[in-house]
């Protein structure tokens, strides 16, 4: 018989009655798979405790597994492991209990969660891939089954949550930022990928359920501490990471308080092409177009060769191939360092008896990052111009950028040296902060032995911004060589007779400072009521009842305090327009030579400002807050989301075994308001107010046959959905970079996307602690978000000139023509995304090995994934099929753990991604480069209270990148032609852990 599951505050609210209590910061073993444990301390009494229906997905009491070699001894004579074997072995109990297809981590122990970040833990899942914050080297968001982040639901302690980190801040998406939480503050990972009607709806991807821990999760009194050291190869600076978490309880009552903090600062270097690669032929379109006229496709910018210049030098290659050879956006370096500092505090008071549990928990985290980035090259972007205007002081005759020695390689990039060039230096300097706050009072009463009521609410509430503040400088009508066949991320980009470090040969700086806001609050409340109607320990009927309602409110304002920097008096007197502000210039990048990648014709050193000139003498910040809120991208959404649910579990025997189900619905109905402002067609906005909703009803279900002692066969089918970025829904004229001539507008109206999916999964628990797994997918996606584009004047969407670069857009009085054609993109629900996939999972412990080779083991997964639903079609008619998931992906995991020894390696890949399928007419496609991750652990138990650990983050040095290809054109264009090439250094953390 199966053991039975404990139902908490809600499905998966409560924590796993195991971790850290008197018996374990352990495991008992002696107990083979599909028998029930004796009562112990962390497994209550069956006579007491209700039983739950095991077809619910609800975390479950510890089931004992079989001996293994390797294990230490109790005194009772059972065998007991501990560490990251003990984990997986929890999460494997986990899983096989589960009706859907769910797999969970497990902290170690209470305040000990296996890796350093939940989302780096999160990648060892079969189907779960990691984003990476390059910034900070971290794992930001996951992606579940080849879907982008915002397919997927993250809850804590099944409460919807939403966050927001870094250079997200803005962006008004449904992203969750993991790189907010110290993982210290969680005790369990719950990731489902088929849907419940108990779930959050909103992730066609998957739900993912963060638990923090509670007194009661380990009896008496638990003190447990980290001290780490954090160092990053290519900054090479040092910081600090600690932990403490005290955990007691007196009878009925506990209490637990932790906290976490830490520093880190990185640096990243490379190449940036900042927006794709055109040829001369089709980005040579005139800027205006006049009234009544379709402008004319030029690809993702404009750009012009002058090959009529008596200098021009083709180098043996033809007009035509010369005008139809492909250059960058920006061939330019870019470097970046950026110090991370976050607080992360967990609270939990909690009242427990045999039929009443109530808690009230809380988490508050600080995230804090300083970035200062400089960038240096060549703006091959917007240099076709009429005569006399490459500088705005007038100085320049030439129109378009010179060839004087080219050359063409294999997939038609054009490199070599360039005249007339204007090369521009960036000293951007960015600050970033969150601060989320949440709350949570939970209660369960068993009302009889049969039923039981849990209820909860909490609010949430995540505010945060991001400062960027740049400087801009140029250098007119020069001559620049660029070759990236040398180094493809540390290309050459040099010009010749100038020394860039020498501020006086830079002219016309500007300004341009911005701040972006948002606000996440939620408020949640749900109730359900679980009813055991029949329970004889071989059959099994129950019922689930509930309902939730979320309020959920987003705000988003974004200020340019560029204007008023560039006008307003100075303290020493004078503004920016009249002081010499090169006397302000230093002759280096801020914080030391860039490393070159062994090519001596890449920038190691180049002038720049200081953040001292940006932001003390010409107080970037106080200009941001003085400026008035751009009202065409301000908004305010309110989302609000009734539901109920019903399910139905079950357990049956059948066929000598065990047959447990799950079937239920979901209904949800969805009201959205928005405040936000619209042109009132004379150059200003007027505030608007639009309402919209829709309402789904989302049938599951799943079944789970023990077809043997060993294997588990799975099947579950469902309906779910996820909602469209807030800023598709709720902006009015969206400005998504302020150097291209384009905008989004919002569409209250646009619905969800509505999947309808498929799984079937084999799992053969062949040894205590492994599995060998096997599992089909179907997802079939409708009402995908579709941009549609056309071409408006300027003068029609009210906005006014300083919300785009005017310069760059070939303007240098700074007046934009209200003739100007915009490209403007609105957003409808049109796509159709068909996925189908298979994962295999292999987890062992090779204890069958001789000594001391039986500490080994393995965890890894592999995913293959295919999708129908994008095709790009290139100017010639070509069609190529564009993945917006990664057609494959996989992890493995090889650690060993003997005695006081342990040690850990996880390597972890994914295949290339498109971005998109729209051919904006240069017939490139872009695709994120394949990226394959090792991180490691090393750690030495001296005893109890002192474990000595080093966590090593991105081992290889991996080169990040974007790059594009040409359907008509052999594959390899990663080769050479780039975008956002950057190496981000190793991170590695030397410390100590323990408890008393």
């Given at each position: 018989?199966?053991?039975?599951?404990?139902?908490?505050?809600?499905?998966?609210?409560?924590?796993?009655?195991?971790?850290?209590?008197?018996?374990?910061?352990?495991?008992?073993?002696?107990?083979?798979?599909?028998?029930?444990?004796?009562?112990?301390?962390?497994?209550?009494?069956?006579?007491?405790?209700?039983?739950?229906p095991?077809?619910?997905?609800?975390?479950?009491?510890?089931?004992?597994?079989?001996?293994?070699?390797?294990?230490?001894?109790?005194?009772?004579?059972?065998?007991?492991?501990?560490?990251?074997?003990?984990?997986?072995?929890?999460?494997?109990?986990?899983?096989?209990?589960?009706?859907?297809?769910?797999?969970?981590?497990?902290?170690?122990?209470?305040?000990?969660?296996p890796?350093a970040?939940?989302?780096?833990?999160?990648?060892?899942?079969?189907?779960?891939?990691?984003?990476?914050?390059?910034?900070?080297?971290?794992?930001?968001r996951?992606?579940?089954?080849?879907?982008?982040?915002?397919?997927?639901?993250?809850?804590?302690?099944m409460?919807?949550?939403?966050?927001?980190?870094?250079?997200?801040?803005?962006?008004?998406?449904?992203?969750?930022?993991?790189?907010?939480?110290?993982?210290?503050?969680?005790?369990?990972?719950d990731?489902?990928?088929?849907p419940l009607?108990?779930?959050?709806?909103?992730?066609i991807?998957g739900?993912?359920?963060?638990?923090t821990?509670?007194p009661?999760?380990?009896k008496?009194?638990?003190?447990r501490?980290?001290?780490?050291?954090?160092?990053n190869?290519?900054s090479?600076?040092?910081?600090?990471?600690?932990?403490?978490?005290?955990?007691?309880t007196?009878?009925?009552?506990?209490?637990?308080?932790?906290?976490?903090?830490?520093?880190?600062?990185?640096?990243?270097?490379?190449?940036?092409?900042?927006?794709?690669?055109?040829?001369?032929?089709?980005?040579?379109?005139?800027?205006?177009?006049?009234?009544g006229?379709?402008?004319?496709?030029?690809?993702?910018?404009?750009?012009?060769?002058?090959?009529?210049?008596?200098?021009?030098?083709?180098?043996?290659?033809?007009?035509?191939?010369?005008?139809n050879?492909?250059?960058?956006?920006?061939?330019?370096?870019?470097?970046?360092?950026?110090e991370?500092?976050?607080?992360?505090?967990?609270?939990?008071?909690?009242?427990?008896?045999?039929?009443?549990?109530i808690s009230?928990?809380?988490?508050?985290?600080?995230?804090?990052?300083?970035?200062?980035?400089f960038?240096?090259?060549?703006a091959?972007?917007?240099?076709r111009?009429?005569?006399?205007?490459?500088?705005?002081?007038?100085?320049?005759?030439?129109?378009g950028?010179i060839?004087?020695?080219?050359k063409?390689?294999?997939?038609?990039?054009?490199?070599g040296?360039?005249?007339?060039?204007?090369?521009?230096?960036?000293?951007l300097?960015?600050?970033?902060?969150?601060?989320?706050r949440?709350?949570?009072?939970?209660?369960?009463?068993?009302?009889?032995?049969?039923?039981?009521l849990?209820?909860?609410?909490?609010?949430?509430?995540?505010?945060?911004?991001?400062?960027?503040?740049?400087?801009?400088s140029?250098?007119?009508g020069?001559?620049?060589?660029?070759?990236?066949?040398?180094?493809?991320?540390?290309?050459t980009?040099?010009?010749?007779?100038?020394?860039?470090t020498?501020?006086?040969?830079?002219?016309?700086?500007t300004?341009?400072?911005?701040?972006d806001?948002?606000?996440?609050?939620q408020?949640?409340?749900?109730?359900?009521?679980?009813?055991?109607?029949?329970?004889?320990g071989?059959?099994?009927?129950?019922?689930?009842?509930?309902?939730?309602?979320?309020?959920?409110?987003?705000e988003?304002?974004r200020?340019?305090?560029?204007?008023?920097?560039?006008?307003?008096?100075?303290?020493?007197?004078?503004?920016f327009?009249?002081i010499?502000?090169?006397?302000?210039?230093?002759?280096?990048?801020?914080?030391?030579?860039?490393?070159?990648?062994?090519?001596?014709?890449?920038?190691?050193?180049?002038?720049?400002?200081?953040?001292?000139?940006?932001?003390?003498?010409?107080?970037?910040?106080?200009?941001?807050?003085?400026?008035?809120?751009?009202?065409?991208?301000?908004?305010?959404?309110?989302?609000?989301?009734?539901?109920?649910?019903?399910?139905?579990?079950?357990?049956?025997?059948?066929?000598?075994?065990e047959?447990?189900g799950?079937?239920?619905?979901?209904?949800?109905?969805?009201?959205?308001?928005?405040?936000?402002?619209?042109?009132?067609?004379r150059?200003?906005?007027?505030?608007a107010?639009?309402?919209?909703g829709?309402?789904?009803?989302?049938?599951?279900?799943?079944?789970?046959?023990?077809?043997?002692?060993?294997?588990?066969?799975?099947?579950?089918?469902?309906?779910?959905?996820t909602?469209n970025?807030?800023?598709?829904?709720?902006?009015?004229?969206?400005?998504?970079?302020?150097?291209?001539?384009?905008?989004?507008?919002?569409?209250?109206?646009?619905?969800?996307?509505?999947?309808?999916?498929?799984?079937?999964?084999?799992?053969?628990?062949f040894?205590?602690?492994?599995?060998l797994s096997?599992?089909?997918?179907?997802k079939?996606?409708?009402d995908?978000?579709?941009?549609?584009?056309?071409?408006?004047?300027?003068?029609?969407?009210?906005?006014?000139?300083?919300?785009?670069?005017?310069?760059?857009l070939?303007?240098?009085?700074?007046?934009?023509?209200?003739?100007?054609?915009i490209?403007?993109?609105?957003?409808?629900?049109?796509?159709?995304?068909?996925?189908?996939?298979?994962e295999?999972?292999?987890?062992q412990?090779?204890?069958?090995?001789?000594?001391?080779?039986?500490?080994?083991?393995?965890?890894s997964?592999?995913?293959?994934?295919?999708?129908e639903?994008?095709?790009?079609?290139?100017?010639?008619?070509?069609?190529?099929?564009?993945?917006?998931?990664?057609?494959?992906?996989?992890?493995?995991?090889?650690?060993?753990?003997?005695?006081p020894?342990?040690?850990?390696?996880?390597y972890?890949?994914?295949?290339?991604?498109?971005?998109?399928?729209?051919?904006?007419?240069n017939?490139q496609i872009?695709?994120?480069?394949?990226?394959?991750?090792l991180?490691g652990?090393?750690?030495?138990?001296?005893?109890?209270?002192?474990?000595?650990?080093?966590?090593?983050?991105?081992?290889?040095?991996?080169?990040?990148?974007?790059?594009?290809?040409?359907?008509?054109?052999?594959?390899?264009n990663?080769?050479?032609?780039?975008?956002?090439?950057?190496f981000?250094?190793?991170?590695?953390?030397?410390?100590?852990?323990?408890?008393?």
């Amino acid at each position: 018989m199966r053991t039975a599951m404990l139902i908490g505050a809600s499905s998966g609210a409560m924590a796993l009655l195991l971790a850290g209590s008197p018996a374990a910061a352990q495991t008992n073993l002696s107990t083979p798979p599909g028998a029930n444990p004796a009562p112990s301390a962390q497994s209550p009494d069956p006579q007491t405790a209700p039983a739950a229906p095991p077809a619910s997905d609800t975390p479950t009491a510890p089931t004992a597994v079989p001996p293994q070699d390797g294990a230490s001894g109790t005194e009772g004579g059972e065998i007991v492991v501990t560490g990251f074997r003990r984990s997986l072995a929890e999460g494997l109990e986990l899983k096989r209990e589960a009706i859907g297809v769910r797999d969970s981590i497990v902290a170690e122990d209470i305040g000990k969660f296996p890796e350093a970040n939940v989302a780096d833990s999160l990648q060892r899942i079969p189907g779960v891939i990691l984003s990476r914050d390059g910034a900070s080297n971290e794992g930001q968001r996951i992606s579940i089954r080849g879907l982008g982040s915002e397919f997927t639901v993250t809850t804590i302690n099944m409460a919807p949550v939403r966050t927001t980190s870094s250079l997200d801040a803005g962006g008004s998406s449904r992203n969750f930022n993991y790189d907010v939480f110290p993982s210290e503050l969680f005790g369990r990972v719950d990731v489902y990928k088929t849907p419940l009607a108990n779930l959050e709806e909103g992730g066609i991807g998957g739900n993912v359920d963060l638990q923090t821990p509670r007194p009661f999760d380990s009896k008496g009194r638990v003190i447990r501490y980290t001290a780490q050291g954090n160092y990053n190869t290519q900054s090479k600076r040092w910081g600090p990471r600690g932990s403490l978490l005290l955990s007691d309880t007196v009878g009925n009552f506990g209490a637990l308080v932790g906290v976490a903090y830490s520093r880190t600062v990185n640096e990243r270097s490379g190449f940036q092409s900042t927006g794709g690669y055109n040829s001369s032929v089709i980005g040579s379109g005139g800027y205006r177009t006049p009234p009544g006229q379709t402008r004319p496709l030029v690809g993702p910018f404009e750009f012009q060769l002058d090959l009529d210049n008596p200098r021009a030098n083709f180098g043996g290659l033809t007009r035509e191939q010369v005008a139809n050879g492909l250059l960058p956006r920006f061939y330019r370096v870019f470097a970046s360092d950026n110090e991370r500092e976050r607080l992360g505090l967990v609270g939990s008071l909690q009242y427990k008896t045999d039929r009443l549990d109530i808690s009230l928990d809380g988490i508050y985290s600080h995230l804090k990052d300083i970035g200062d980035e400089f960038t240096w090259g060549v703006a091959v972007r917007n240099s076709r111009t009429v005569p006399g205007s490459t500088d705005p002081a007038g100085r320049g005759t030439n129109s378009g950028i010179i060839p004087l020695d080219v050359k063409l390689d294999q997939y038609n990039n054009l490199y070599g040296t360039f005249g007339n060039t204007s090369v521009l230096t960036e000293s951007l300097y960015r600050t970033s902060e969150t601060k989320f706050r949440y709350g949570i009072l939970r209660a369960s009463y068993d009302v009889t032995d049969a039923v039981k009521l849990s209820v909860q609410g909490n609010l949430s509430d995540s505010r945060a911004y991001k400062e960027g503040n740049r400087i801009l400088s140029n250098m007119y009508g020069v001559t620049t060589t660029f070759d990236p066949t040398v180094n493809v991320t540390y290309p050459t980009i040099t010009t010749p007779g100038l020394d860039p470090t020498d501020p006086r040969n830079y002219s016309v700086p500007t300004l341009g400072f911005g701040r972006d806001e948002e606000d996440d609050k939620q408020r949640n409340v749900r109730a359900v009521v679980d009813w055991n109607m029949v329970d004889d320990g071989d059959r099994l009927f129950a019922l689930k009842l509930g309902g939730s309602y979320v309020s959920t409110v987003k705000e988003i304002r974004r200020r340019d305090g560029s204007t008023i920097a560039t006008n307003r008096v100075l303290p020493g007197g004078g503004t920016f327009r009249t002081i010499d502000v090169f006397a302000n210039m230093d002759p280096f990048v801020q914080f030391g030579s860039l490393r070159n990648g062994g090519n001596a014709g890449f920038p190691s050193q180049f002038a720049t400002f200081p953040r001292s000139f940006v932001e003390g003498t010409l107080d970037a910040g106080g200009a941001n807050a003085a400026a008035p809120v751009q009202l065409n991208g301000a908004f305010r959404a309110e989302e609000i989301v009734s539901t109920g649910f019903f399910e139905v579990n079950f357990k049956l025997p059948l066929l000598g075994s065990e047959l447990r189900g799950n079937a239920g619905v979901r209904y949800s109905d969805t009201r959205t308001v928005v405040d936000n402002y619209v042109t009132n067609g004379r150059g200003g906005f007027v505030p608007a107010n639009r309402r919209g909703g829709y309402d789904n009803w989302l049938p599951s279900a799943s079944l789970a046959f023990d077809a043997t002692r060993n294997l588990t066969l799975r099947a579950s089918a469902g309906q779910t959905i996820t909602r469209n970025a807030l800023s598709s829904i709720a902006g009015s004229t969206v400005i998504g970079n302020p150097f291209n001539a384009d905008v989004t507008v919002g569409n209250p109206d646009l619905r969800p996307q509505l999947a309808t999916q498929y799984d079937a999964v084999a799992e053969w628990y062949f040894a205590p602690g492994a599995l060998l797994s096997a599992g089909v997918f179907k997802k079939d996606i409708t009402d995908r978000p579709f941009s549609f584009q056309d071409f408006v004047s300027f003068g029609s969407l009210g906005l006014s000139s300083n919300v785009f670069n005017a310069l760059s857009l070939g303007f240098p009085s700074g007046i934009i023509p209200d003739d100007f054609q915009i490209r403007r993109t609105r957003i409808i629900n049109q796509g159709e995304l068909k996925l189908k996939g298979l994962e295999v999972g292999y987890q062992q412990n090779f204890t069958f090995l001789p000594k001391p080779f039986d500490g080994l083991g393995v965890t890894s997964s592999f995913t293959l994934i295919d999708q129908e639903g994008g095709d790009f079609i290139a100017s010639t008619g070509t069609r190529r099929s564009i993945s917006f998931v990664p057609d494959y992906s996989y992890s493995i995991t090889g650690f060993y753990e003997k005695g006081p020894v342990s040690i850990r390696g996880s390597y972890n890949y994914r295949a290339k991604t498109g971005t998109s399928f729209v051919n904006v007419g240069n017939d490139q496609i872009a695709y994120v480069a394949p990226q394959g991750f090792l991180d490691g652990t090393v750690s030495y138990r001296v005893n109890d209270y002192i474990e000595l650990r080093v966590d090593a983050l991105n081992i290889t040095n991996e080169n990040v990148y974007l790059y594009y290809e040409n359907p008509d054109q052999p594959d390899g264009n990663g080769l050479s032609r780039r975008d956002n090439s950057f190496f981000n250094g190793t991170t590695i953390s030397f410390g100590i852990r323990g408890k008393f």
